[in-house]
């Protein structure tokens, strides 16, 4: 039914360091995926482990021939994280992003994903500098073919929801149906790059400053984030959000035809014994789930 191609980023992979760049890219070929999203700090892990090492942009340009030799393609490159906003000078920030725009094209990713500002410390809200920044950043990236992947994240400082991606700030309905059906009515197809998808459990026990995730200073968002986000559906590991209602809008309702993505964070996965290739049949079995919930009659 869904001719979407499926797309998987290198964390949802493994997160031992054991769990080798080349053997997630392999599992991911291996298991029906297209095109990954590699981490940044991958490129210089593997980079290291070779002899003699690597540099970054060595680094990018084996793993882009790599990624060439087993059919798939790079989706983005991430997180270039506390951007837009920052009291850092510009002019160094730029600089930064020129270096992450480099190493991108030297993967040939198509994006550079930008997790939007959660450094609120060390931050502005201005809504005007945001854009101002962000404008000159994605002018930076196209004058490399490259886009930009602007995420909304669930514990930014000033932008967390779709809406405020693009712009629309509403602050009154926070309802899941209500924004899911403004999503269908109002969100332009062509400003979306690609979709991720994830589950997500609970802290059990809940958060508190003993929790073996508790970071102290970062919003409990962030955490959870970091460690509990299981494939969609995985209901036996505890996932629990309303991922087909979501899928429902997204792909059926909206129609959207592009690039499925899988971004996971599960702590499972720091464990050396699960390996690359396990974890994406389960993303591959997550999906198929998914998508016979999505033909199931309402």
């Not at 793993?63 to 997180?79: E, K």
């Not at 059906?181 to 958060?207: A, M």
């Amino acid at each position: 039914m869904f001719q979407n191609q499926l797309a998987i980023t290198t964390s949802s992979l493994g997160l031992h360091p054991v769990h080798s760049l080349p053997e997630k890219i392999q599992a991911a070929s291996s298991n029906g995926f297209s095109s990954i999203e590699i981490v940044y700090q991958e490129l210089v892990d593997y980079g290291t482990s070779q002899t003699p090492s690597l540099n970054i942009t060595e680094s990018a340009r084996a793993i882009s021939q790599l990624c060439s030799s087993f059919d798939m393609s790079v989706l983005a490159l991430n997180p270039f994280k506390n951007f837009e906003g920052h009291n850092s000078p510009l002019f160094e920030r730029l600089e930064s992003a020129r270096h992450w725009i480099e190493i991108a094209a030297c993967l040939q990713a198509s994006h550079l994903q930008v997790p939007s500002q959660f450094d609120t410390a060390n931050s502005s809200g201005n809504w005007s500098v945001m854009v101002n920044e962000l404008q000159q950043l994605a002018d930076l990236a196209a004058s490399h073919s490259l886009g930009i992947a602007y995420e909304a994240v669930a514990w930014g400082s000033y932008i967390d929801t779709w809406e405020d991606c693009l712009g629309v700030r509403h602050e009154a309905d926070s309802n899941l149906r209500a924004s899911l059906d403004r999503f269908v009515q109002t969100c332009p197809l062509d400003k979306i790059c690609y979709i991720q998808f994830s589950d997500g459990e609970r802290f059990s026990p809940p958060l508190s400053a003993q929790h073996r995730f508790y970071q102290a200073g970062f919003p409990p968002g962030l955490p959870w984030s970091r460690n509990m986000r299981p494939f969609r559906l995985e209901t036996e590991l505890g996932a629990y959000l309303p991922v087909v209602d979501i899928a429902r809008t997204w792909l059926k309702q909206k129609g959207w035809k592009g690039v499925v993505s899988m971004e996971i964070f599960d702590w499972r996965m720091r464990d050396a014994s699960r390996r690359p290739d396990e974890n994406a049949k389960r993303g591959m079995r997550s999906w198929e789930k998914l998508v016979a919930a999505l033909d199931e009659p309402l």
